[in-house]
């Protein structure tokens, strides 16, 4: 359903940068699913700022070429 909102957004020009929620189980497995059923993906690399710790890597999905970014609070 998030995907069918997303992309109904995006078809009428609505840009969505970020899809959010508070991190439930249930919320949590729907972010991964968003993520991992996208065909596309932008990764990023970011230098953690320990340097005795591995780089932090975010994996973004590109819904209909557009990247979102998953967060929560």
Same mark, same amino acid.
């Given at each position: @359903?998030?995907? !069918? /909102? /997303?992309?109904?957004?995006?078809?009428?020009?609505?840009?969505?940068?970020?899809?959010?929620?508070?991190? &439930?189980?249930?919320?949590? +497995?729907?972010? &991964?699913?968003?993520?991992? +059923?996208?065909?596309? $993906?932008? &990764? !990023? +690399?970011?230098? $953690?700022?320990?340097?005795? $710790?591995?780089?932090?890597?975010?994996? /973004?999905? @590109? %819904?209909?070429?557009?990247?979102?970014? @998953? %967060?929560?609070?």
């Amino acid at each position: @359903m998030s995907a !069918f /909102i /997303i992309r109904g957004c995006l078809k009428y020009n609505l840009k969505v940068v970020s899809y959010s929620c508070d991190g &439930t189980d249930t919320e949590r +497995s729907v972010q &991964t699913t968003l993520v991992e +059923s996208s065909p596309v $993906h932008k &990764t !990023f +690399s970011l230098q $953690h700022p320990v340097s005795s $710790h591995k780089n932090l890597v975010v994996k /973004i999905p @590109m %819904i209909d070429a557009n990247p979102v970014v @998953m %967060i929560q609070d």
